[in-house]
């Protein structure tokens, strides 16, 4: 099953088919959770998911990039970046190991 996408649609009928709220309620809080996530990241928050994993924001300092056609250096600008880094379990999970790992 490698390379298929879920999709906003996708997690919305998985909270219908399995939580039993109606299409709408489960597109509303699908919708939901990924704006509160969304927000808070924003704001710069880390937002950590026990047993799935963290969203980090991480401040990148301004560089000398190389533009690989004609080598020319530019200076890449200071920006934030948000990272994911996946809990213990997740990792775990990922390698057919389920409910080996620590809790993070």
């Given at each position: ?71 020319v ?31 993070e």
């Amino acid at each position: 099953m490698a390379g298929q996408t879920v999709t906003r649609a996708d997690l919305c009928e998985a909270v219908y088919q399995k939580i039993g709220l109606s299409r709408t309620e489960s597109s509303k809080l699908v919708e939901a959770v990924l704006d509160e996530i969304c927000d808070a990241v924003a704001r710069g928050e880390n937002v950590k998911l026990s047993s799935f994993g963290s969203f980090v924001v991480r401040d990148k300092g301004e560089r000398i990039g190389r533009n690989p056609k004609t080598g020319v250096e530019v200076p890449i600008e200071p920006r934030r970046v948000m990272v994911f880094k996946p809990s213990n379990v997740m990792k775990a999970r990922i390698n057919g190991q389920a409910g080996e790992g620590d809790e993070e």
